[in-house]
C-alpha cells in the first residue's frame, strides 16, 4: 500500500485518543471501511458510519489536513494501486518460457518471499505471540479462500499438541455461530492478504467486542483487520504468478509454530508423543510400520497372558 496512506493511518492511530466520541466512531469506520472512503460520497459515508458528515470534516482538520478532499486523496490513491486482476497478471505469463525463464523467476520470487517475511516480524513479534496463544484458554484460527490452506495447516499442527483448537471455516454459512463460544480469555488468529475478505472482518470485529487477543497474519500492517489486532505478524505476497503468493505466509506459520513448541517445554512434548501413539495406533498413514510394530508387540503381550 501506498507511504501517504500508511502514514495517514500510523497518524489516526497515534491520535486517536486526543479524538472526540464521534470523531473516534468516524476514525474507526474508516480505518475498517478504506475502500468506502474512496468511492462514497461524504453524507453516504457519514450514513453507514452512523454520524453527521461534518464529523468527517471535523476529523480531517482535527489531524491537520486542511479538508475533506485532502484527507480523502489518500484513500484513493490507496484503491488505483490496488492488485491486478488475476487475469491481467496471467496475461503477463504468456510470453515467459515455463521450463527456463518463469521456473527461475518463481524460484527466486518464493525466496524473496521468505526473506523479505523474515524482516519485517522481529523475535519479540513472534514471542509475543507464541506467548499468547499458549496461555489462552481456547484459540480459534480463521482463513478464508485461498488462506484456508495455511489456517488448516495452522490448525492441523497446533492440534498436535493442544486440543483446545477451533478451525473457523464458515461451512454451512455458520461462521457467526462459529464466533459464539469466542470469550475475553480466547485467541483469535486471523490469516488474509489484500483483497480482504468479509469474513476476515465480520471474525475481527467479533473479536474484538469478545474481548479476546487478536492476532493478524496479514500482508500488510494497516490491514483492516490487522489495525485493531493485538500482535500482528507481516507476510510478503510479491511475486511473477498471477495470484498472490503464500509462500511467505507458510514460512512465518512455520516458524510461530516452532517457537510455540519452544516455549511450551516438556509439557508440549509429551503432548506431541501421545498424539504420535494415538495416530500410529489408529493406523492413519498407509504403511504405517510404527503401528504394525505396536500392533504385533500387544499380540505378543496377549499371547503371554494367555
Known amino acids: 500500500m501506498g ?19 464521534q470523531q473516534k466512531i468516524a476514525a474507526t469506520y474508516v480505518l475498517k471501511r478504506p475502500d468506502d472512503v474512496a468511492i462514497l460520497s461524504m453524507r453516504g459515508l457519514a450514513a453507514r458510519a452512523t454520524v453527521q458528515p461534518v464529523t468527517f470534516v471535523r476529523l480531517a482538520r482535527a489531524l491537520d489536513f486542511r479538508g475533506w478532499e485532502e484527507f480523502k486523496a489518500p484513500f484513493v490513491d490507496r484503491m488505483r494501486g490496488a492488485p491486478d486482476l488475476y487475469s491481467k497478471r496471467a496475461e503477463r505469463l504468456l510470453g515467459l518460457d515455463p521450463a527456463t525463464r518463469l521456473m527461475d523467476e518463481m524460484h527466486s520470487a518464493h525466496l ?5 517475511t523474515r524482516s519485517v516480524n522481529t ?3 513472534f514471542l509475543a505471540a507464541a506467548e499468547a496463544l499458549n496461555s489462552a484458554r481456547n484459540v480459534f484460527i480463521a482463513g478464508f479462500r485461498s488462506c484456508f490452506g495455511p489456517a488448516f495447516a495452522l490448525a492441523y499442527e497446533y492440534r498436535l499438541f493442544r486440543p483446545e483448537v477451533v478451525l473457523l471455516s464458515s461451512m454451512g454459512g455458520i461462521l457467526e455461530a462459529e464466533l459464539r463460544a469466542v470469550g475475553p480469555e ?10 480482504y475478505s468479509r469474513e476476515a472482518m465480520i471474525v475481527a470485529e467479533h473479536a474484538t467486542r469478545r474481548g479476546a487477543t487478536l492476532i493478524a497474519i496479514a500482508d500488510s500492517p494497516v490491514a483492516p483487520f490487522a489495525l485493531g489486532a ?4 507481516h507476510f510478503e505476497t510479491e511475486g511473477p504468478s498471477f495470484f498472490p503468493s503464500l509462500v511467505g505466509a507458510w514460512a512465518l506459520i512455520e516458524q510461530l509454530l516452532s517457537v510455540m513448541v519452544a516455549r511450551g517445554g516438556d509439557a508440549v512434548v509429551e503432548r506431541l ?12 498413514f498407509f504403511g504405517d510400520e510404527a503401528a504394525e510394530v505396536a500392533e504385533g508387540l500387544q499380540a505378543a503381550g496377549d499371547d503371554t497372558a494367555t
Not at 3 to 21: C, D, H, S, W
Not at 188 to 194: A, K
Open 186 to 195: 480466547d485467541v483469535v488468529v486471523i490469516i488474509g492478504f489484500r483483497p
Open 123 to 125: 523475535a519479540q513479534n
Open 3 to 21: 507511504e501517504v496512506y500508511t502514514n495517514l493511518v500510523n497518524r489516526i492511530r497515534a491520535r486517536f485518543n486526543e479524538l472526540t466520541p
Open 112 to 116: 524473496a518471499a521468505v526473506d523479505a
Open 230 to 233: 493485538n500482535i500482528a505478524l
Open 273 to 284: 508423543k501421545s498424539s504420535e501413539a494415538q495416530l500410529h495406533a489408529l493406523g492413519v
